[in-house]
C-alpha cells in the first residue's frame, strides 16, 4: 500500500463517525440503555461521535459514555420533579458538569431555581467558575446574580469567560469574584479595568466601541 | 450586559500579529457589524503548529501579544437566533496542508468546517453560531487534534485531550 494511500486512509477513517452514520453496536447499545432509562440522548451521541473522530477506542468511548449516564442518573434522581421540565438536557447535563466540578447538593438545588431555560447554562457557568478555583459561594452567587440579570443569558456567556481572563491575568479567584461582582453591582466599569496594565495595552474603551451598550 | 473585551497573552515572533490581523481579519460574505460580534484573539503553537484565534493587539513590552475577544454585541435575549454570531478562527499551522474545526455543533465532522489558508501558516474560519455553549478543537491535516490554546476556556474531553469552549 503506498504512503498517499495510507494517508488518504486515516483521513477518511473517522468519516463514518459523523452525524448520521450509526454508532458501532456497543456505543449504540449505550445510547439505547440512556433512552431507555429517560437520560438525554444527544450529548451522549455527540460523545461518542467525539470520541469516535478522535480515534479514541470504543471500549474507552464506552467507559466515557457510562460515566455520563452514571452522571446523569445521579442528577436525575437528586433534582426530581424539577428535572422534568422542557430544558431537561440542558439542565441535566449542566448538574452532571457542577455535581462533578465540586459544587454541593444544596448549592445546586439552589441554582435550579433558576429560570427555565436559564438554569441549565447557570450550572455550567458553576462548573467552569469552580475548575477555575472559585469559592463555591463565590460561584453560586456569581451565577445567581448573572441568571437574575435583565439578559441572563448573555450575562451567563461573559460569566466564565470573563472570570477566565483575570484568573489568567494573575488575580486570585477570590479577587477575580469580588472584581466581577463590583463591576456587575456598578454597572458601569470594565470588568477588566483592574488587570495589570501590561495585559491590557489594547483595551479599547467599551464606551466608545459600543455606544450605549456598555456593562451594566 | 453590552460588549465585553477579554484580554490574554501569549507570547509570539515579531510581525506574526500584524500579518495575523491583515490576511485574516476578512470579514465574511454577509458580514454585518452591528448585528453580530467577531471573537477574536490570537495565539501561538511551537513546534506543534497550532491553533489560534485572531490576533489583535500587541503589548508595547516584548513578546506579549494583546488578544481581544468581543462578547455579543447585537441584540436583546430571548430566542437563541437573536443572539447568534460570527466567530472568527485563526489557527497558526505553518507545517499543515489544511486545518479543520470540529467541534459539538457539527458532530465533530473534520469536513464541515475547513479553514482556509490564508498566507504565513495561518488559518482562517468564520462560523455562525446560536446562543450556546459549544465545545471544539483544530484538526491538522486531518488527524492531529489540537486545542485552542487562545480560548479563554477548556474542558477535559474525557480521552485525554482538552477541548476549547466557546460561550456565545
Not at chain 1, 477566565?164 to 458601569?188: C, F, I, K, M, Y
Request: charged share 20%; net charge negative.
Amino acid at each position: 500500500m503506498s504512503s498517499r494511500l495510507l494517508a488518504l486512509l486515516i483521513f477518511l477513517a473517522p468519516s463514518w463517525a459523523w452525524a448520521g452514520e450509526p454508532l458501532p453496536d456497543p456505543l449504540r447499545a449505550a445510547v439505547a440503555t440512556a433512552e431507555e432509562e429517560g437520560l438525554p440522548v444527544a450529548a451522549l451521541e455527540s460523545k461518542a461521535r467525539e470520541g469516535l473522530a478522535k480515534g479514541v477506542e470504543p471500549a474507552r468511548i464506552q467507559a466515557v459514555l457510562e460515566q455520563m449516564m452514571t452522571d446523569l442518573a445521579a442528577v436525575d434522581a437528586l433534582l426530581g420533579e424539577a428535572a422534568r421540565g422542557p430544558d431537561r438536557e440542558a439542565l441535566l447535563l449542566g448538574a452532571a458538569a457542577a455535581r462533578t466540578a465540586g459544587l454541593s447538593d444544596p448549592s445546586l438545588r439552589l441554582l435550579v431555581q433558576a429560570p427555565v431555560g436559564v438554569r441549565g447554562r447557570g450550572l455550567q457557568s458553576a462548573a467552569d467558575l469552580l475548575r477555575l478555583g472559585f469559592s463555591e459561594g463565590d460561584a453560586v452567587a456569581l451565577v445567581r446574580r448573572a441568571c437574575s440579570a435583565d439578559e441572563p443569558l448573555r450575562a451567563l456567556a461573559g460569566l466564565a469567560t470573563n472570570a477566565s481572563l483575570l484568573v489568567a491575568s494573575g488575580l486570585a479567584p477570590s479577587t477575580a469574584a469580588e472584581q466581577l461582582s463590583s463591576q456587575e453591582n456598578a454597572g458601569r466599569d470594565h470588568p477588566l479595568a483592574n488587570v495589570p496594565p501590561q495585559s491590557r495595552s489594547d483595551l479599547p474603551d467599551p464606551a466608545q466601541d459600543s455606544p450605549g451598550k456598555g456593562p451594566k | 450586559m453590552g460588549v465585553e473585551r477579554h484580554l490574554l497573552t501569549h507570547r509570539a515572533p515579531d510581525g506574526l500579529l500584524e500579518r495575523a490581523i491583515r490576511r485574516a481579519a476578512l470579514p465574511a460574505p454577509g458580514w454585518r457589524p452591528r448585528s453580530v460580534a467577531l471573537a477574536v484573539a490570537a495565539s501561538l503553537l511551537a513546534g506543534l503548529g497550532g491553533g489560534a484565534l485572531l490576533a489583535r493587539g500587541r503589548s508595547p513590552q516584548a513578546e506579549t501579544i494583546t488578544v481581544t475577544l468581543a462578547a455579543p454585541a447585537g441584540t436583546t435575549t430571548g430566542a437563541p437566533a437573536d443572539t447568534s454570531q460570527i466567530v472568527h478562527l485563526v489557527c497558526q499551522a505553518p507545517e499543515a496542508g489544511s486545518v479543520a474545526i470540529a467541534g459539538s455543533w457539527n458532530g465533530w465532522n473534520v469536513a464541515s468546517e475547513p479553514m482556509r489558508s490564508v498566507g504565513d501558516g495561518l488559518f482562517a474560519a468564520d462560523l455562525r453560531l446560536p446562543a450556546g455553549r459549544y465545545e471544539y478543537m483544530f484538526v491538522v491535516d486531518g488527524a492531529r487534534w489540537i486545542p485552542d490554546p487562545a480560548a479563554p476556556l477548556g474542558v477535559d474531553d474525557g480521552f485525554g485531550r482538552r477541548n476549547s469552549v466557546i460561550e456565545i
